[in-house]
């Protein structure tokens, strides 16, 4: 133990990396207790989570969740941001931490809810964005069913907002909690529609509705965190009955890895040759 706290000490981006694993890990395990304890008071079974869709999410959340994916693309990062340091900035240094924090949370979401927008418009986006709605059992598991493509680009996208706004590192802890709970319980198995609130904050009743195989409905509800910009500009769709079917209609993809990684490849190169 001591050998390896002294081979943190000595590399800096490791013990960084090892941190902020740990961290997101520690959030994530209490996500899930939380989720599926909550799931066995709506009398919700288990049977679901030994199925092949929800294994294969789950190797998505090991992926991602145990900085594979962090590893893969350091070398890509590390070599972009300190190109983009002239874009950062540092409004919320003198705001209060949790003025600040909302802030945050408030930018962030209007930005990814756009981004959201664009990835089922845009058919290059969609390409990539579609693998997150091949699921057809959804569980708290599929919100970590992302493309490394997609995961890629929406990370380089979201640094420019990170660096203009110049987000304190004690913000990040309560922005990935919230966002970390926020995507894992919206992709739960519970019926919950926030009551009212549910026109400001993301419910899983809203979000289910996102995943439907109804075109008109699956087009809609973009927002991460926050309802309220579904609301504004007439994305906000309520279901006339709880879904029963996930997926896309007419888009079959194989339940492995390998082939959810070449789909959207595949997709793109049929849209060419048509």
């Given at each position: 133990?001591?050998?390896?706290?002294?081979?943190?000490?000595?590399?800096?981006?490791?013990?960084?990396?090892?941190?902020?694993?740990?961290?997101?890990?520690?959030?994530?395990?209490?996500?899930?207790?939380?989720?599926?304890?909550?799931?066995?008071?709506?009398?919700?079974?288990f049977?679901?989570?030994?199925?092949?869709?929800?294994?294969?999410?789950?190797?998505?959340?090991?992926?991602?969740?145990c900085?594979?994916?962090?590893?893969?693309?350091?070398?890509?990062f590390?070599?972009?941001?300190?190109?983009?340091?002239?874009?950062?900035?540092?409004?919320?240094?003198?705001?209060?931490?949790?003025?600040?924090?909302?802030?945050?949370?408030?930018?962030?979401?209007?930005?990814?809810?756009w981004?959201?927008?664009?990835?089922?418009?845009?058919?290059?986006?969609?390409?990539?964005?579609?693998?997150?709605?091949?699921?057809?059992?959804?569980?708290?598991?599929s919100?970590?069913?992302?493309?490394?493509?997609?995961?890629?680009?929406?990370?380089?996208?979201?640094?420019?907002?990170?660096?203009?706004?110049?987000?304190?590192?004690?913000?990040?802890?309560?922005?990935?909690?919230?966002?970390?709970?926020?995507?894992?319980?919206?992709?739960?198995?519970?019926?919950?529609?926030?009551?009212?609130?549910?026109?400001?904050?993301?419910?899983?009743?809203f979000?289910?509705?996102?995943?439907?195989?109804?075109?008109?409905?699956?087009?809609?509800?973009?927002?991460?965190?926050?309802?309220?910009?579904?609301a504004?500009?007439?994305?906000f769709?309520?279901?006339?009955?709880?879904?029963?079917?996930?997926?896309?209609?007419?888009?079959?993809?194989?339940?492995?890895?390998?082939?959810?990684?070449?789909?959207?490849?595949?997709?793109?190169?049929?849209?060419?040759?048509?």
């Amino acid at each position: 133990m001591k050998e390896l706290i002294a081979f943190l000490a000595r590399h800096r981006s490791i013990r960084e990396l090892v941190i902020s694993t740990a961290t997101a890990l520690a959030i994530y395990l209490v996500c899930t207790l939380l989720i599926l304890l909550a799931e066995r008071r709506g009398e919700r079974g288990f049977v679901v989570y030994r199925s092949r869709n929800a294994l294969n999410d789950l190797a998505y959340a090991v992926f991602y969740k145990c900085s594979i994916y962090n590893v893969l693309v350091f070398p890509l990062f590390a070599f972009v941001v300190p190109r983009v340091q002239f874009l950062r900035r540092a409004p919320l240094a003198n705001l209060p931490k949790p003025a600040a924090v909302i802030l945050c949370w408030i930018v962030f979401d209007f930005l990814i809810y756009w981004l959201h927008r664009m990835q089922h418009a845009v058919g290059p986006l969609w390409a990539f964005h579609s693998v997150h709605h091949t699921q057809t059992e959804l569980t708290f598991l599929s919100a970590n069913r992302i493309h490394f493509v997609e995961q890629l680009y929406a990370g380089l996208l979201m640094m420019i907002p990170a660096l203009l706004l110049g987000v304190p590192q004690p913000l990040w802890f309560p922005l990935l909690a919230a966002q970390i709970f926020s995507e894992a319980m919206q992709h739960a198995r519970l019926n919950w529609t926030f009551g009212r609130i549910g026109r400001l904050i993301v419910s899983p009743a809203f979000h289910a509705v996102h995943h439907s195989t109804d075109e008109r409905e699956y087009n809609g509800n973009y927002g991460l965190i926050f309802s309220i910009w579904d609301a504004a500009f007439g994305t906000f769709v309520v279901a006339e009955a709880p879904v029963r079917r996930f997926g896309v209609e007419g888009m079959e993809v194989r339940e492995s890895l390998a082939a959810q990684f070449l789909h959207p490849f595949r997709l793109l190169l049929s849209r060419q040759r048509g």
